[in-house]
């Protein structure tokens, strides 16, 4: 199977002060990056979907300002959670798309990110 | 817009007994169907993934079904175990590759 690596695992910050969020695709060429965030027992929604090189698309009601997306090259995306509040704390979880396999899906192992 | 609905949303179980985890979805031009694992805190463990032009699916104990025209999926775990116990999910995408979208997810507990 496909590995991918989310760092850190877990970050702990205080109000107002931003955070990135490393994805990489350890094993494979990932030209499109969905990322997700997970309230607490609530379901996986889609934030953004970005492409190797071109700026990302944000699902509506995400700020694009607010969740900077960057997706330079086929192994790594960073996803940076500017001016953070306590609302933004939640598990986020990248997923890259495999070029050569898109019917399947591979997830990150998920960042917990508890703002102060 | 496809909406994805799990029921129930909690179930407890004792050991041994076989487990049936429902999946419904509005819009059945679906590409594929997965099913998903997720344990407290962790991520998302892929399971099994259904195309739209299978009927089901078999991993070991896990067996999923899938009826695109009445837009539901079944996910039945034989025999349970305690080391079952997790939330599982379901997820469909649009297209392949396209974004996935999740239902809210089974909470099983499986009491020894």
């Known amino acids: 199977g496909a590995v991918v690596s989310q760092h850190p695992s877990w970050v702990i910050c205080k109000s107002g002060t931003s955070v990135k969020i490393e994805c990489r695709s350890l094993d494979f060429q990932a030209t499109t990056m969905f990322w997700y965030r997970q309230f607490p027992k609530q379901s996986l929604m889609l934030m953004a979907t970005s492409n190797e090189g071109s700026k990302a698309t944000y699902e509506q009601g995400v700020e694009k300002d607010k969740f900077l997306i960057n997706h330079a090259s086929l192994t790594l995306s960073t996803l940076t959670v500017t001016s953070a509040h306590p609302e933004d704390s939640s598990f986020y979880i990248c997923?890259?798309?495999?070029?050569?396999?898109?019917?399947?899906?591979?997830f990150g192992p998920g960042t917990r990110l508890t703002v102060l | 817009k496809q909406e994805v609905t799990q029921i129930p949303a909690a179930l407890s179980v004792p050991e041994g007994e076989n487990l049936v985890l429902n999946c419904s979805f509005t819009?059945?031009?679906?590409?594929?169907l997965q099913w998903f694992r997720q344990d407290p805190g962790k991520g998302l463990t892929s399971l099994l993934l259904?195309?739209?032009?299978?009927r089901e699916q078999t991993s070991g104990r896990l067996n999923a079904s899938l009826d695109k025209s009445s837009g539901r999926s079944t996910l039945y775990i034989a025999a349970s175990q305690p080391g079952d116990s997790a939330t599982y999910l379901c997820a469909v995408p649009v297209a392949a590759g396209n974004k996935l979208t999740f239902g809210g997810g089974t909470r099983v507990l499986v009491k020894p």
């Open positions: 819009d059945s031009a679906i590409y594929n």
């Open positions: 997923s890259p798309l495999r070029a050569s396999d898109t019917d399947t899906q591979y």
């Open positions: 259904i195309q739209s032009s299978q």
